[in-house]
């Protein structure tokens, strides 16, 4: 598999560092965390900020833009279709801000499908709660028939046994974190070089949480219930192809909660 998590990463419309907010439900894996303060969402957030854990910030639209879009794309392998871009956006309440900079950038010309889930019911701000639901509005005029509302949290608590790779035992996927203190752009904050060289298709999992939507694009079979396996079949094609052309789709996933590194 070419997967590869960014942990202790947020997404932004800017570089640098930022605070996480747990909802403390471990039960069900801190899906409600977030990186926005929690005067502005309403979800049971710790509140003192000596203890909220400090994390990396990816500007998105820079990454996608500077690194992405100049990726050097290989041959077609056989049965592939054109190159394609996924894009799954879960970030809690982030997406006030940061769908309107993949717009202004121009990151979003580059994704050829967003799944988002959008959460104006938990913004107790007035003001960011329009903006989400304005940029909501923008984003579904401005792209039509790629944007799509996708909430897939089936199987977040899955424990399937990672495959064996080369007679090795069995191990966690790929995980790379990101350590640079005072990143300046999205491609110094991640690696020196291009992470997307080589990737035919690719897959953009914001808002990772432990993995689980990344192991759906390879092993769909032990997910089949999954929303997000339709997306994974029309675009990538079916897991059988997905399988076969593994070493030409690139997954790469961001993390914030800093429990799930």
Same mark, same amino acid.
């Given at each position: ?34 990186? /926005? ?20 910030? /990816? ?25 394609? /871009? ?63 509302? /996708? ?111």
């Amino acid at each position: 598999w070419h997967a590869h998590f960014f942990t202790s990463t947020g997404v932004s419309s800017k570089n640098g560092k930022g605070k996480f907010y747990t909802d403390f439900n471990k039960g069900a894996l801190e899906y409600g965390g977030t990186i /926005v303060d929690s005067n502005q969402f309403a979800v049971n957030l710790l509140k003192s900020d000596s203890k909220v854990p400090e994390i990396n910030l /990816v500007d998105l639209g820079e990454l996608i833009v500077k690194q992405l879009a100049t990726r050097r794309i290989p041959d077609p392998p056989p049965g592939a279709t054109k190159p394609y /871009v996924l894009m799954k956006i879960d970030i809690e309440g982030s997406e006030t801000e940061v769908v309107p900079h993949l717009m202004e950038t121009g990151a979003m010309n580059h994704v050829d499908v967003a799944m988002i889930e959008w959460h104006p019911h938990f913004e107790t701000d007035p003001v960011r709660k329009q903006a989400m639901i304005s940029a909501r509005e923008k984003l579904m005029k401005d792209y039509p028939n790629r944007i799509f509302d /996708v909430d897939d949290e089936s199987y977040g608590r899955s424990n399937e046994v990672l495959p064996e790779c080369d007679g090795s035992p069995p191990k966690r996927t790929t995980t790379t974190t990101t350590t640079t203190t005072t990143p300046t752009t999205a491609a110094a904050t991640l690696a020196p070089e291009n992470i997307f060289d080589g990737c035919y298709h690719v897959y953009l999992d914001v808002g990772s949480n432990v993995g689980i939507q990344v192991r759906k694009l390879f092993e769909g079979h032990l997910y089949p219930k999954a929303a997000i396996l339709n997306y994974f079949d029309k675009y990538f094609g079916p897991e059988e192809q997905r399988q076969a052309l593994s070493s030409h789709i690139c997954a790469v996933g961001f993390e914030p909660n800093p429990n799930h590194d």
